[in-house]
C-alpha cells in the first residue's frame, strides 16, 4: 500500500508534498526505493503512474501502522491525496500486455479474452456461439456470457458459471 501524489494545501494556496515534510513512521514497511515500490518497480494504482508516493504498508498484518506528518509551521486548509496498492510488484514488463483492435466497416461480431497470469494459463479453450461466450477452464469449469443483443440496442446481459 502507498499513499501516492499526496499535498498538503496552504490557506494561502500553496501546495506542498507530503513527502517533503517531516515524518514520523510506526510499524510501516520502508521500501529502499524513493518514490518506487518495494522491489524497485514504478507504482501504479490502476492505469495511474504515481510520481510521488509514500509506503503505507503495515510490517504485518496484525500490526497497525501508523504515519504522522509534523505540519508544525504549515498553515494547511486539505490534503489531497491518492492511496493505493501496486501490483505487480519490480518490474512490470513481463505483467502488463497492452491489446489494441481497429477494424473498419459496417458491422462486425468478435470476442477478445483477456486472461492476466503468473505461471501457467487456466483457460482451456474459448468459443463463440451466435450468442453465446463460453469459457471453458482447465478445472472443468464453464464460464458462459450470453448477449441477447449484440448491437446492444436492447442489451440483455446472462453470465453463468459452474462446472461443465
Known sequence: MFWGEGVIKTHAGERIPINQLPRVTEGIKQSPYENRDYFG?????????????????????????????????????????????????????????????????????????????????????????????TVRLKDGRKDELNVADWHLEQAQLRFRSGKA
Open 41 to 133: 518497480g514504478p507504482i501504479e494504482f490502476g492505469t495511474q503512474v504515481i510520481q510521488s508516493a509514500l509506503p503505507a504498508t503495515p510490517i504485518a498484518e496484525a500490526i497497525s501502522g501508523t504515519i504522522t506528518i509534523d505540519l508544525s509551521g504549515v498553515d494547511a486548509a486539505s490534503l489531497e491525496i491518492v492511496i493505493g496498492g501496486d501490483y505487480p510488484l519490480g518490474d512490470e514488463s513481463d505483467h502488463r500486455r497492452v491489446v489494441g483492435i481497429r477494424k473498419e466497416g459496417r458491422t462486425a461480431q468478435f470476442a477478445t479474452i483477456l486472461e492476466q497470469y503468473d505461471q501457467e494459463s487456466k483457460v482451456e479453450s474459448a468459443t463463440i456461439s451466435e450468442n453465446t461466450l
